[in-house]
């Protein structure tokens, strides 16, 4: 098991704090939790330069590291508030679907899942396609 720098996982730290405040969010109730995926994203700082979601399987991960979408926090979180990792959740743990297109698979698994903070977060979701946002 790699075990990130010192420095990145305290970077990560930091960053996880502040987004979580800004985006109206909390740390998931068991620190285990949280604490896997900082460390998967301090790994992925020190391999990649980029805080690319450990969450995901990726054929490239360099590729991937090219583009926006999973660089924490990613679009999903910037678009829907919705952490598939339960990194930014509510307080009872849930992650936000809310905003989530009917189908997604946070939808299928969770439920309707609640904004207690609709006025924080979702910095991009004037990327949310139309055909989302209908129903
Ligand atoms: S799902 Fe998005 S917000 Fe959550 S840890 Fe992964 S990149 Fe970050």
Redesign the pocket.
Known sequence: MVEPTTESLEKIKKFVKGYAEKSGTTMHPNPAVTQA?VKG?AVHLDELGK?L???NFYNDKREEAKLRR?????D??QMYKY???L??VREDGLPITEYLPEGHEGREIYGLVLDPTPGKGRALKHKVPASATAG
């Open positions: 995926v994203l805080p979601c450990p969450c999973w660089i924490c926090a990613c999903e979180m952490c598939h990792c990194l930014f």
